[in-house]
């Protein structure tokens, strides 16, 4: 069968003769997220991920979809940091069943990795997410550099990782946690945590940072990726400044998202920590973003507190939002000691592979 892969134009708006292409492309990515889960709970919707992609100011993305006649049957995303300084970038590959098995994730997978080698990367990173039954698959097991977890070696996607020279650098725990009818119990244990409270004090708001702590926000939004646990991938930094935490407000909003974010002020004004929440339109859940305590804040109890606070908000604002879902590296005890305080469950991993 012929199948011919293609760069995605993003179009202006959705709708239009020249979106036609692009939301195929979309739609083929719900299918695959309802193929893995069942349902279409982690899925962006069309107009999410046309405010994303289109959100290319600090970081780019390249989008290949692979054509059977009108039929998409695969698609790869290419993206990473615009900083001239970054050394990596992340590719992500995904092939309609029928057509498993045939080549077309290997060309796809070229045309992805191209993207990077033109820009000079010298790193891959890719990433594969599972449902935990799969975990249970028999047969040699594959364990990352750090945490307790481990991927069955023989799971179609990381033999394919692992035959494209890519190196199991990191498990993320995938986990879940009910919240229905525990607007009481989460209001009681805040007040308590703040009660007891140090120095520091907890802000909340909705989409929009204030003013005078966007600054703040956005170097705490900095040592995300230099605070929390790597295990065994090589990461760039990312560069925040105020106008980087607007535009991210701003493409989520855009998709119909809303943001719900705690965060700890120190005495000297600045950001200890915080958490975000991000609501996806028309899904009774929200996604556990970014968790931070900034390594220097360490130990104040900040990343409950934070929590807590987010989690009588959402019940406030949100009560028809009944579950929460956040990934944490399998190596990160402290967080993940706070999520199973909680009450958050396994139900699934992330794999992080790697190559150059």
């Not at 293609?6 to 003769?17: A, M, S």
């Not at 179609?156 to 990191?170: D, K, M, N, T």
């Not at 004004?269 to 900034?294: H, M, N, R």
């Not at 949100?318 to 879902?325: F, I, K, N």
Request: proline share 5%.
């Amino acid at each position: 069968m012929t199948v011919e892969i293609r760069p995605i134009t993003l179009p202006e708006r959705l709708g239009t003769p020249e979106a036609a292409e692009f939301e195929r492309y979309a739609d083929f990515a719900i299918d695959i997220e309802v193929e893995r889960w069942g349902d279409d709970r982690f899925a962006y919707t069309r107009e999410e991920m046309l405010a994303m992609y289109r959100d290319d100011d600090y970081e780019f993305r390249q989008a290949f979809a692979a054509w059977h006649g009108d039929a998409c049957v695969g698609r790869s995303i290419t993206w990473g940091e615009r900083d001239a300084a970054a050394e990596s970038g992340i590719v992500i590959v995904e092939v309609a069943p029928a057509f498993r098995r045939r080549g077309v994730g290997s060309r796809l997978l070229e045309r992805a990795e191209g993207v990077l080698t033109d820009l000079g990367r010298r790193r891959n990173t890719g990433w594969i997410d599972f449902p935990l039954d799969q975990l249970d698959t028999p047969g040699e097991r594959l364990h990352p550099p750090d945490g307790d977890a481990s991927l069955p070696a023989e799971l179609p996607s990381v033999r394919f990782a692992i035959r494209h020279g890519y190196v199991l650098g990191q498990l993320e725990r995938a986990s879940v946690l009910e919240i229905g009818g525990r607007t009481a119990e989460f209001r009681e244990a805040s007040a308590l945590r703040e009660a007891e409270a140090s120095d520091y004090r907890i802000v909340t708001w909705t989409d929009h940072v204030p003013d005078d702590l966007v600054d703040g926000y956005a170097a705490a939004r900095a040592r995300m990726v230099l605070d929390v646990p790597a295990g065994g991938l090589d990461l760039d930094p990312e560069i925040w400044d105020a106008e980087r935490v607007r535009v991210h407000e701003s493409h989520a909003t855009r998709g119909g998202r809303t943001l719900l974010v705690a965060a700890a002020v120190a005495p000297d004004g600045s950001i200890a920590g915080y958490t975000e929440l991000e609501l996806p339109p028309g899904k009774p859940l929200a996604f556990q973003s970014d968790t931070l305590v900034v390594a220097a804040h360490r130990g104040h109890a900040l990343g409950m507190r934070v929590k807590l606070a987010n989690l009588v908000r959402l019940a406030e604002l949100a009560p028809e939002r009944t579950a929460v879902y956040t990934w944490n590296a399998d190596e990160n005890d402290h967080m993940l000691a706070i999520n199973v305080a909680l009450g958050f469950e396994v139900h699934g991993f992330g794999a992080e592979f790697q190559r150059g």
